[in-house]
């Protein structure tokens, strides 16, 4: 099948000053970029013409960090997200459960609470979700999938009282006495949680979320394809989480390209499990390596820093959170899969984290250079350092920015921060001045997977409360679409197939209602992705 756009604006993504005339493409893959006659003089006699009407085709966009299956998996769960009040979120659980059979004592979950937006500017307590029930287990998780809170039934299921320690690497909210409040701060907390949500261990990193996989997958996929995403990362995965997708591929039910990262602690025998999943993509999904953890999330205060947070009230005394895992953890796991050649990708939001990243990169690196050579990353990079950005750039480690932090919590940062650390968070402009690969991410479920809402908030950096967020570390449009297409395509191995327009690369292409480079900055998230198109056959349209 073959199908020719023209009259439109074209953008290669190899050089912003292109202008082809049209672009050919057939069986799947990128015929020809050139003038219209010459593209014309090649058409087969059953070949389509597409008439883009002044609108712009371009590479289409690639995740360069997300949880693609856990993204699905929400969709499903109470809606949390825009609940401005403790109350609304009662409110909103309390709807869900007169929609169940009164005989279902499953677990009742929400997703994707934010107390920052909330009225009371502070989490739930297990008192606030026995409102809701005190006979099931009710568990409401927070945007960043770091914190939850669940009710009395849970507290109390887990064993949890005055005299239970914080685990290892994780924190239990508390009353005044020491008693358990519900809150639960980093997966080693959230983890006294699971015997009671999911007692059959079957729901995977998503707490009591048992959720049938190839449906999550299908739901999450269409959102991707909305937003003009045609590679998804599934990026930390645990062994239910890796054999869910391996079986929705290979029933030939994922409708986009996703590259799985398995959880380092989770073991490094997945490709022994899943040989045929090593290489290239097979039912649209490979293995990409695989993932670490080593702190928290910095609008949640748990974020390993190097220096504390900014006092505020109910945390006069603050300290500088913790990491997910000791040095000696980090480098047994970094060796490990430096032994195997995989490339390593790094959750780093606090700059002590990305410091215990670098330090070992440089260690271990020296020593085994397919370590390197397998493209590094530093996933979230949200306060990583100027002097550590320095000793990125030679190690060839990539920072793969989660830009919309300026948008959705820019206004906690500077409260977190104070304005000299506040501004600079996603610091993309330091980056890039230093040599350092930039790529941008959603970490979808955390934020929706729109790619033009993050290249809009990495070109403005304002804030909800329309605060200017470290305008100094804005980048230009042209920056951030190459770091979404062609920088992305590098992290995962694919330029040579992936984010330019080219002859012989692959037909995964996006519709969009107007040139991105001739839009005003501060109108880039008004643009409209009109159409997706997967290996040269559209998946989706406006």
């Known amino acids: 099948m073959e199908r020719l756009y023209h009259s439109g604006r074209i953008l290669t993504m190899a050089d912003q000053d292109d202008a082809p005339e049209a672009v050919l493409v057939r069986d799947g893959l990128i015929a020809f970029v050139g003038d219209l006659e010459p593209a014309r003089a090649q058409l087969a006699a059953d070949a389509a013409e597409v008439d883009l009407a002044g609108r712009t085709l371009m590479p289409s966009f690639i995740d360069s960090h997300g949880h693609l299956l856990q993204h699905g998996a929400l969709m499903a769960l109470v809606d949390l997200e825009h609940a401005t009040s403790i109350a609304e979120i009662i409110v909103a659980f309390r709807e869900r459960l007169a929609q169940r059979d009164p005989r279902d004592a499953s677990p009742l979950i929400g997703a994707k609470y934010d107390p920052n937006l909330l009225a009371e500017g502070r989490h739930p307590t297990r008192y606030d979700l026995d409102e809701i029930s005190p006979e099931i287990p009710v568990f409401a998780l927070h945007r960043s999938m770091h914190v939850a809170v669940g009710n009395s039934v849970l507290v109390e299921g887990a064993g949890l009282t005055a005299a239970t320690p914080d685990p290892e690497g994780g924190r239990f909210g508390r009353t005044a006495d020491g008693t358990p409040d519900g809150y639960v701060e980093e997966h080693p907390a959230m983890a006294a949680f699971m015997p009671v949500l999911d007692p059959e261990g079957v729901g995977g990193l998503l707490p009591g979320g048992a959720a049938d996989p190839t449906r999550a ?178 190690l060839g480690m990539i920072a793969s920015i989660f830009s919309g932090h300026t948008w959705f919590w820019g206004d906690v940062h500077l409260r977190n921060f104070g304005p000299a650390r506040g501004r600079r968070v996603s610091p993309a402009r330091s980056a890039l001045d230093r040599g350092v690969r930039v790529t941008m991410h959603q970490d979808s479920p955390v934020t929706p997977p729109d790619m033009l809402l993050t290249i809009w908030a990495a070109v403005n950096r304002i804030s909800r409360a329309g605060r200017p967020v470290g305008l100094e570390q804005r980048i230009s449009t042209w920056e951030a679409l190459r770091a979404v297409t062609t920088e992305a395509a590098f992290q995962y191995g694919e330029e040579d197939s992936k984010g330019l327009l080219r002859e012989g690369m692959r037909a995964d292409l996006v519709i969009l209602s107007a040139d991105p480079l001739a839009t005003a900055p501060q109108e880039l998230r008004d643009l409209e992705v009109l159409a997706t198109i997967k290996d040269g056959e559209v998946v989706y349209e406006h």
Not at 362 to 381: D, N, Q, T, W, Y
Request: net charge negative.
């Open 217 to 394: 997958v299908q739901l999450a996929a269409e959102d991707y394809l909305r937003h003009g995403i045609t590679t998804a990362q599934e990026g930390a995965a645990d062994p239910t989480t890796v054999d869910g997708l391996v079986a929705a591929a290979r029933a030939g039910d994922v409708a986009l390209d996703v590259v799985v990262y398995p959880l380092v602690q989770t073991g490094t025998s997945v490709y022994d499990a899943h040989p045929d999943f090593a290489g290239d993509y097979v039912g649209r999904l490979r293995l990409g390596g695989y993932k670490m953890i080593l702190d928290g999330s910095p609008q949640a205060r748990s974020a390993w820093m190097s220096e504390p947070y900014a006092p505020v009230v109910g945390d006069e005394d603050p300290g500088c959170a913790y990491p997910i895992h000791t040095p000696e953890e980090v480098e047994e796991f970094t060796r490990a899969v430096a032994a195997q050649g995989r490339q390593l990708i790094v959750h780093c939001n606090g700059d002590a984290a990305a410091e215990l990243w670098v330090t070992t990169t440089e260690r271990v690196g020296a020593e085994h250079s397919a370590l390197l050579e397998a493209r590094p990353v530093m996933i979230h990079a949200q306060t990583v350092r100027d002097d550590q950005l320095e000793r990125m750039a030679p």
